[in-house]
DNA sequence: TCAATCCGTATC
DNA sequence: ATACGGATTGAC
């Protein structure tokens, strides 16, 4: 047996994240296998670490510790996720021992002793090709998929697809060639739609489901069953991209555009790039689907790693619904239930002629905040533009900018309340609550429904019922909704984002793809400005368009994914400090530094707001995002082995290809 | 002459 | 991080 166990300890510090070796007690010889946890000393400290290895001899110097304890001989940590974490940790200049933090969730020691569950019955495999046949190349990689090929396609979902089921007939096709799948997607609600679609498409017992709201000891129970090879097939949020599904064949990711797959723990990873990385490592099939496309899907096949899944365009333009677009507002006045529900005529129309076909309509607003729009100070009446009525806002421009119309820009100089004669505005937010009100106002004998934050709907009946929700809490409408309504997507568009425009489209596509086809009378009306390329691809249905166009925005910005990015966040002098130790690439290019508030948007700055951090970014080349990733690494373990020579003023963080930028 | 303290260094 | 050792400083 071998003597010498190779050790990752569970420390902190950057400069210390390599393996280390440890002597196995005879005692502990047949429990201390590769993966498990143990418990050893280092450095006369008690700490946790896994078993990379076994070694029959160490290249230590030094005299070698005994492990003193061996956690438990479940090899919890995979040859597989070990190498992959490595891979995530070197990639975003982090540590192994974080990512092994995200990858490996606390023992349960009972869960551990529960007698194994027999695996699920084998494949009754009613395998098709199903929906794939719309798609151009789509029954091919589902082939490719069950032969065990690494393909990899960036998808672009037909609106009104029940793409569950696709996801579904994926992972089937992987598993009926021998080999296990992952699929993460945003939110939980989405597991179990994709839950209930491997279900019907697997049978029972062969795939588990995983979302953090499961409580330790269940989330623990399915994540050992996948480990144990139960079960090959794992649908989950986020923190399963790192799931140990045992022989990958295939990895999914769905709507990779969305917030919540870009992991807000250390080293902060995104699903989509991990994947991608899994995939990449492997020879395993990969799958980047959504409605919309993002930048990066774009990149993944600019430059050759994956094919474009899309149907043609006849298949795409019949199964989409026709999208107007609402701006001007002349007809306003003479409507006055447009005018209580603070929406345009046409908008108004269009749900009116849903709702009489007995259909529901959906109402997309953004999320409270995003939308500053202004009322009286005095009596809270929201302020509207004397000409039009549209809501007044202050442009992007801070608070002493001229309040103007939403709708019709004309300035609302010498303003004076209609109700209670005042000229002071504040700033409101109007959320779903407010706004299914005032929608329900113009609708007196329609049901209205919310979703949104607090009380999330996932599907809706086929009737006349006016639906609100925010984006990503759109219920599914049995037959697809007879109208959608955009609210606001001016107010998207004008975030001061550089991913403004690509997830404005991203929550349109989503909402819009949920509307009954043009032919069956679908219709969307999105209220913002005609010719702005994120409404014309929304017009016209055509996310690989917009995503080209994105792609190469960011290329001619030099911002991701064109180039590699990183931002040093932390105090002057922790980032100079940081700066000064990097050997950066000779593509390096240094922005900023730029103060950053690191309270969250909030009721205002607190008294005495003072310049907490700041924030530089450094660009590279994408050949070069290895060596800047190695380069950070190394001074932050530079950094970090200095410790307390320099004071904890000097502290600073890294984070590659931050999300929010710009 | 001894001890309290401060750096600097190593962590299998 | 945290623990240890060797040098440094201060007080008896």
Redesign the pocket.
């Known amino acids: 047996m071998n003597p010498v166990a190779r050790v990752a300890v569970d420390?902190?510090?950057a400069?210390?994240d390599?393996?280390?070796?440890?002597?196995v007690p005879e005692r502990l010889a047949a429990q201390a296998v590769p993966g498990c946890r143990v418990r050893?000393?280092?450095?006369?400290?008690l700490v946790n670490g896994f078993v990379l290895a076994r070694a029959a001899a160490?290249?230590?110097a030094?005299?070698?510790?005994?492990l003193t304890r061996v956690v438990s001989a479940e090899p919890v940590l995979s040859a597989e996720v070990a190498g992959l974490a490595r891979a995530v940790a070197d990639r975003y200049a982090g540590t192994l021992a974080d990512v092994l933090r995200l990858a490996v969730p606390p023992r349960r020691a009972a869960v551990e002793r529960e007698p194994l569950v027999p695996p699920g019955v084998p494949p009754s495999d009613r395998l098709s090709a199903g929906t794939w046949q719309r798609y151009v190349g789509g029954p091919a990689f589902l082939a490719g998929v069950t032969q065990g090929r690494s393909v990899r396609a960036v998808w672009t979902a037909v609106p009104g697809d029940t793409w569950c089921v696709e996801i579904a007939a994926t992972v089937a096709a992987c598993l009926a060639g021998g080999r296990g799948a992952l699929v993460v997607v945003p939110d939980a609600r989405d597991v179990a739609r994709v839950d209930a679609a491997l279900g019907a498409a697997l049978g029972p017992g062969r795939h588990v489901a995983l979302t953090a709201d499961l409580g330790p000891a269940k989330r623990y129970r399915r994540w050992l069953a996948v480990r144990r090879g139960v079960v090959s097939a794992v649908v989950g949020t986020r923190a399963s991209m790192f799931a140990p599904v045992g022989n990958l064949g295939l990895v999914v990711v769905w709507d990779d555009g969305d917030d919540l797959h870009a992991e807000p723990q250390a080293p902060y990873p995104h699903v989509r790039d991990v994947l991608v990385l899994r995939a990449h490592r492997i020879g395993a099939g990969a799958l980047v689907g959504g409605f919309a496309r993002t930048a990066e899907g774009e990149a993944l096949l600019a430059s050759g790693w994956a094919k474009a899944l899309a149907a043609p365009r006849d298949v795409v333009r019949s199964a989409a619904p026709r999208v107007a677009v609402a701006t001007d507002d002349a007809v306003l006045q003479s409507d006055p239930a447009a005018r209580a529900a603070r929406l345009p005529s046409p908008a108004i129309q269009t749900a009116r002629q849903a709702l009489a076909a007995d259909a529901p309509v959906l109402v997309q607003v953004p999320r409270r905040g995003y939308v500053p729009v202004l009322a009286c100070a005095d009596c809270r009446a929201s302020a509207r533009c004397v000409t039009c009525a549209g809501p007044l806002g202050l442009a992007a421009g801070g608070p002493d900018a001229v309040p103007g119309c939403r709708w019709c820009g004309q300035q609302a100089t010498g303003w004076r309340c209609v109700h209670c004669d005042s000229d002071r505005l504040r700033a409101v937010v109007v959320g779903v609550r407010r706004t299914a009100e005032e929608i329900g106002r113009a609708f007196p004998d329609v049901p209205v429904v919310t979703s949104g934050r607090d009380g999330v709907l996932a599907a809706v009946p086929g009737q006349s019922a006016l639906v609100v929700c925010t984006p990503g809490a759109e219920p599914v409408a049995a037959g697809g909704y007879g109208a959608v309504l955009l609210l606001d997507g001016w107010a998207l568009l004008a975030r001061p984002d550089l991913r403004a425009a690509e997830e404005a489209l991203r929550c349109w596509f989503a909402a819009a793809a949920l509307a009954r086809s043009g032919t069956a009378g679908g219709r969307v009306v999105i209220m913002a400005t005609a010719g702005v390329p994120a409404v014309e691809a929304l017009v016209r249905w055509d996310p690989g368009w917009a995503a080209g166009r994105e792609l190469r925005d960011r290329a001619e910005l030099r911002f991701p994914p064109a180039v590699r990015m990183a931002s040093l966040t932390g105090t002057p002098a922790g980032v100079a400090e940081l700066l000064a130790g990097a050997e950066l690439p000779a593509s390096a290019e240094l922005l900023g530094p730029v103060a950053v508030v690191t309270s969250p948007p909030g009721p205002g700055p607190p008294p005495g707001a003072e310049p907490v951090a700041e924030r530089m970014l450094v660009r590279v080349s994408r050949a070069d995002g290895p060596a800047l990733a190695a380069a950070l690494k190394a001074a932050s373990a530079a950094h970090?082995?200095?410790?307390?020579?320099f004071s904890?003023a000097a502290r600073a963080g890294v984070r590659l290809d931050p999300i929010e930028v710009g």
């Open positions: 420390v902190p510090l400069h210390l390599r393996p280390f070796d440890y002597l050893v000393r280092f450095n006369g400290l160490s290249e230590f030094g005299g070698l510790q005994p970090a082995a200095r410790g307390s020579a904890a």
